[in-house]
């Protein structure tokens, strides 16, 4: 997501590199194409005119005229103003020891169920002990889709009967709570294909009656313009504490993550990024405008190597082998994709060409070619004469070229590290493969 927005905000803003002043019309030339690249994003009207307007004005007072990089300053200026559309400081929902219960609400197929999932999965790591509410009863697969990521998280599910009362639902509730002690309540409540009236007052007296601690919006992120009417009239009639986007890894234009935020007022707290279980992360406003930006996010990624546990003992480059290079390919694939990795390294971003893509079918081949391996060809490659690699090519429905292309430029990385090694007086290096 955000990839057109991205490539549009930086081509307006490259223009003004390398001139040493610009005039204020090539600023406004500068903002008006920012402009336009936020409306093709779907970002709001009003938010993009507010958003240039203040851009504008710190342009002006920062003197950028005057200045010697006009261009890093803007990119500077731009970045600040993306943090604060998008809410400032990260937020975080507020828990505490106990009495804990929070609201799920948004229309049908914005990912209420799933997110109720994924949070009671993220909050379980953590240490809390939740418990999932089926109080979806107006589409028939809901109750049977949470029962089921219930189970996937090993979290337990009460379900509310068709047309049972708020009132029965609480009582229900403290029942339970009673003799399986939680303390922390998640409510996949019900939605509809659109708003009315129906959907509104069910919330309402349901909201009225359990008295949630927090009520969030979930919001698929691919809806776009419609997704501001939405909050703003969640927000007027049954009242919301935050946002959380689903569908943040889709290729829609984005523009709802930045409009969202502006109706209504309430932090971003969650973003979906992924259909897995554990594709829920808290939500960083300067995380994303780095990535939109085009400055990579070098914090997101350290944070996820340190997840899959990627640091492994010093290994001098002799040592490095073929199983090394599995190992850590299979780390790294729990992170995201090889093509999103990349581009959450600062610099990298802005090298990438436009729609830049990462052939997984390749990385998929080269994984087949080193498991058709056996352990001792993986350690020493040295061995692979060529009735192996004939054999291996067979085992990985793959050629003897790429077998040969694989080696070589496992052999030519190896050859490369210990030529750094040398230059840099080192007697180990951390290896990038692997363990």
Not at 44 to 58: G, I, L, P, R, T
Not at 132 to 160: F, M, N, S, W
Not at 247 to 266: H, I, N
Request: positive net charge; charged residues 30%.
């Amino acid at each position: 997501m955000f990839e057109t927005l991205s490539q549009r905000i930086r081509a307006a803003v490259d223009k003004l590199r390398g001139r040493g002043r610009i005039s204020e019309a090539d600023l406004k030339t500068t903002l008006r194409e920012i402009r336009m690249s936020l409306l093709e994003a779907d970002v709001n009207f009003e938010v993009a005119k507010a958003f240039v307007n203040a851009v504008q004005e710190k342009a002006l007072g920062a003197q950028v005229l005057e200045s010697l990089t006009p261009a890093e300053q803007i990119l500077t200026i731009v970045y600040e103003e993306l943090v604060q559309t998008l809410g400032g400081e990260a937020k975080q929902p507020t828990l505490k020891s106990e009495g804990n219960l929070w609201f799920m609400v948004g229309l049908q197929g914005s990912g209420k169920t799933t997110t109720s999932g994924k949070l009671a999965a993220f909050y379980k790591a953590k240490g809390r002990r939740p418990l999932l509410v089926a109080a979806d009863t107006q589409r028939p697969a809901a109750r049977e889709q949470l029962r089921i990521l219930g189970e996937k998280v090993g979290v337990p599910v009460l379900e509310v009967a068709d047309g049972e009362r708020p009132e029965v639902t609480a009582r229900r509730l403290r029942e339970h709570l009673t003799f399986d002690y939680r303390d922390l309540v998640i409510v996949d409540t019900a939605g509809r294909l659109q708003i009315d009236e129906a959907l509104m007052g069910e919330l309402a007296k349901l909201k009225e009656v359990l008295r949630p601690t927090e009520t969030f919006l979930v919001i698929d992120a691919m809806t776009g313009q419609e997704a501001l009417g939405v909050s703003r009239t969640f927000d007027e009639r049954v009242g919301i504490s935050g946002l959380i986007l689903t569908k943040l890894d889709g290729d829609a234009r984005g523009g709802a993550a930045l409009s969202a935020r502006y109706v209504t007022q309430k932090p971003i707290v969650f973003a979906g990024v992924s259909e897995k279980i554990e594709g829920l992360e808290p939500f960083y406003p300067d995380r994303l405008a780095s990535r939109i930006l085009g400055m990579g996010d070098l914090q997101t990624l350290l944070e996820k190597a340190k997840a899959v546990e990627l640091e492994g003992p010093l290994k001098t480059p002799g040592e490095i082998t073929l199983e090394d290079l599995i190992t850590q390919m299979r780390q790294m694939r729990k992170m995201g994709s090889f093509a999103d990795i990349l581009k959450m390294i600062p610099g990298v971003s802005r090298a990438l060409p436009p729609g830049f893509t990462v052939d997984e079918k390749a990385i998929n081949r080269l994984e087949a070619i080193v498991l058709s391996m056996t352990r001792e060809e993986r350690r020493d490659p040295r061995i692979l004469n060529a009735s192996r690699r004939k054999r291996i090519a067979a085992g990985s429905g793959t050629s003897v070229q790429e077998v040969n292309r694989l080696i070589k430029t496992f052999e030519e990385t190896k050859s490369m590290m210990k030529s750094l090694a040398k230059q840099k007086g080192r007697g180990a290096f951390r290896n990038p493969f692997g363990r």
